[in-house]
């Protein structure tokens, strides 16, 4: 095997014999900001993953090791994210009560599963699967993700008790519970949160005009969740808030992450390997669209099956280091990026310094209110919150806008794995229906011109004894029929009929059924005294034709263009 093609596997091999000082510069500096805003995100959404605090150290420091050997990004960053977390907490909760070891360790059997099924993904090239969600039905599944999680924590800022995975068991579980608010636990979250919400519209200009550059004001407001961690954090200590009911994060280990080893018991692996592939689908689709934006900023190159395979190894490392399933992020790749980073060594640079942290601050987030932690996720997933996709998609296609109506309701109601399967089976059949009845004109020549438009929208010229039809779509079993009885009904409407044409320059593919159909036509023409002609039929096309009996049976000929099928026809036209 050569080094270029075991390089395919091993992406780092080819940017690591580029690298250089530059890029070192770059990638440490990067690295040391992402290590900032990494610390408290890690925390929250092990949080929200139902997972101890240390959890979330754990499952960014071995994912972003393996990824920057196996991903082909430069500024992807790797960890736990929330829409992943929610599914994550949604697939195990089924399964066991939160903090318990039963729990934990279905945590990692949830990210082994994930690992592998994106690792034989990527290794068959199988990456095409993820085209199955559509952007609509994406975007309204994070937008309902959002809500959830978001409602998910209130509980936390409110220092009561609730459970739930939809939107109506969160709030049946909150409602028994609202006599019993901790009114300084209430004060810390409420105050977090409006600090991390001005955070992000106004610490920018305030630094912009203290005399910080733009690049550097952005990046130091977005690493603001820090300093409401430390000062919160110094709160709790200094007041002694524990006493008085504001729940804290406690001890967290001082160590590196552990090795564990997932479990590997049937029952456990049927239980969870539909969470896992919808774990996935979503995490490659947000990861891949994240990599392929910052990417083309600095025209570099996106392997999309390599990125399977480079997040299959992530979430491996991650069920085997006492993690979760983890991503590529879209906030901390952001950062990542306008914080200079080079190459995917800033995530190893950004995984020892979590490991520096995991070893010896820990002791300082002890007195973390776990209210902070809420306040900080509310805040990050409110803004993936996009509520106007419901109106864009009602504008544009209602088709879209069932799907997208469809995803947000199930997924608020019945819950995150519900939601997302639904959005695809509804985006599949309506793509299913649409393909179904494919678009087919009537078309007529533009007078003066060899251009062939659709006589409903355009003054042409038709003639009485051809038919001239444009079939829109690639033709296989759901549309053929439709095809054939379409035909047949124009054909009946025109008495004086001796030719067909069928223009196929929007007919990418044919298939057996569609050719039984195209044969079923061809014979009914005969039959009735009319001859059958198709043109602009596409190289692929003409090739599979080419190998059955239709041509030699076709009752007419094959046109290079419908002008010269148009042409050839006049001239033949029956005597008045």
Known sequence: MTLRSFARYLPILDWGRQYDRTAFTGDIVAALIVTIMLIPQSLAYALLAGLPPEAGIYASIAPILLYAVFGTSRALAVGPVAVVSLMTAAAVGNIAATGTAGYAAAALTLALLSGLILLTLGL??????????????????ITASGLLIAASQLRHLLGIQGEGNTLIEIATGLWPHLSEVNPVTLALGVSATAFLFWVRKGLKPLLRRAGLGPRMADLVAKTGPVLAIVVTTLLTWGLDLGAQGVAIVGEVPQSLPPLTLPSLRPELIRQLFVPALLISV?????????????????RQRINPDQELIGLGAANIGAAFTGGFPVTGGFSRSVVNYDAGAETPAAGAYTAAGLALAALFLTPLIHYLPKATLAATIIVAVLSLVDVSILRRAWGFSRADFAAVAVTILLTLTLGVEVGVTAGVATSVLVHLYKTSRPHIAVVGRVPGTEHFRNVRRHDVETQSHVLSLRVDESLYFPNARFLEDELMRYAADKPELSDVVLMFPAVNDIDLSALESLEAINTRLRDAGVRLHLSEVKGPVMDRLK???FLQEL??????????????????????
């Open 124 to 141: 068959f090239r199988l990456g095409f699967i993820a085209n199955f969600l559509s952007h609509p039905v994406i975007a309204g599944f």
């Open 282 to 298: 979503i995490g490659f689709v947000e990861s891949i669209s994240v990599a392929q934006t910052l990417a083309a900023k600095k």
């Open 547 to 549: 190998r059955c009996h």
């Open 555 to 576: 009752t007419g000929e094959v046109f290079l263009s419908q002008h010269a099928a148009i042409c050839a026809l006049e001239r033949r036209a029956p005597a008045a």
